[in-house]
């Protein structure tokens, strides 16, 4: 067997390889289609071999170029091969990509790599939290100009009526400030039209998908949440187990133990997805108020002493366990709410059929 390791630049990729009889091999491939034909051509000279890469932006098509050619192939989480390797004291291309070699030699297991349609689900997903972000950060800096200078805000002020309030109100600011908040008031209507075009994708995307629909029955999950977990999900027969899922998403407690001294749990990994776990647990505080489950679980947590953002964290973890078990069942959520998920599902269609007629 044949090892290679690969590291990805946008230009070049640097290839370090170790042949069955100990001979260090070395490559520098253009990031071309010629290219990218010459690696494919080189792992197939020295059949059988196994590739290692870190995951990184272009590795996806480096993987699927490669895959059908060589016996084994990983792409390889930074973070594991920092604990496998430790910390260099030096980094270059060839370093980097000699460590990869190694540890396709010591056959180190990888991350999961999705299909083409669950990367553009994620990309979609993705593209869609950013926004709604900045569109928030944009909000906040608005309510802060006018609450520094005293100026009352619009009853509602991020509506058409509210937002033209906001602007009539602009002369009552000094002129520099005055700029700054017209100019983010441009934003965030910009980034409502984004935001409203990546919904009605994401309806399209998520309309007719059971899993989707199974998921809506959960109080708090609507089809923007259930699209955002199922894309950071992927398939859900890779766990075996709830926990399982929610140390994927870095909701599972941290714990210290040494031979017989008493374990000792502390506060969540967040190691794993963290756009899984952000939107369990923003899904929590809308299920914690009409799910008597995770009601429940809640107020027991916080008449334990917890603090109500620990105890939120929790109910998104059991929101989570909850979301395994419906997938893996194939059943709607016990106690769901009929109307409310009717009614999700109905708004799910509106927004699928409006894109459609445009």
């Known amino acids: 067997m044949n090892y290679f390791g690969i590291d990805v630049h946008s230009t070049y990729h640097k290839v370090v390889g170790l042949t069955a009889d100990g001979e260090p091999l070395e490559f520098d491939i253009p990031n071309t289609r010629e290219g990218r034909e010459e690696l494919q051509e080189l792992m197939l000279q020295h059949k059988p071999c196994a590739v290692a890469m870190e995951a990184c932006s272009g590795a996806y098509k480096i993987y699927d170029l490669l895959q059908p050619v060589v016996q084994r192939i990983r792409l390889l989480h930074p973070a594991d091969l920092k604990e496998m390797f430790g910390k260099k004291s030096r980094k270059n291309d060839r370093i980097d990509a000699a460590m990869c070699c190694r540890a396709a030699k010591y056959e180190m297991e990888g991350i999961w790599v999705p299909d083409e349609e669950t990367r553009q689900r994620r990309a979609l997903s993705a593209r869609r939290v950013s926004i709604t972000q900045k569109r928030t950060a944009s909000k906040n800096s608005v309510k802060s100009a006018f609450r520094e200078y005293h100026i009352e805000l619009a009853e509602n002020p ?26 983010e008031l441009n934003h965030i209507e910009m980034y409502n039209r984004s935001i409203e075009q990546l919904d009605h994708r994401m309806a399209e995307l998520a309309w007719g998908n059971e899993q989707i629909e199974l998921l809506m029955s959960v109080p708090g999950i609507s089809y923007y949440s259930a699209f955002v977990i199922m894309a950071e999900v992927g398939d859900i027969r890779r766990f075996d187990s709830a926990k399982q899922l929610t140390a994927y998403a870095g909701l599972c407690p941290s714990f210290n133990q040494s031979g017989k001294k008493q374990t000792r749990h502390g506060p969540i990994t967040r190691k794993g997805r963290s756009r899984l776990r952000w939107i369990a647990v923003e899904c929590a505080h809308v299920g914690a108020r009409y799910a008597p489950k995770l009601q429940r679980l809640k107020w027991r947590l916080k008449k334990r002493g917890k603090h109500g953002n620990v105890a939120t964290v929790a109910v998104g973890r059991k929101l989570l366990e909850l979301c395994y078990h419906i997938l893996k069942s194939g059943e709607p959520y016990s106690e769901s709410i009929p109307e409310k998920h009717e009614a999700k599902l109905r708004k799910l269609e509106g927004k699928a059929k409006v894109r459609e007629a445009a």
């Open 158 to 183: 991020w509506s058409d009526k509210g937002m033209k309030v906001l602007r009539e109100r602009l002369k009552d600011l000094p002129a520099t400030v005055a700029l700054c908040v017209e100019l």
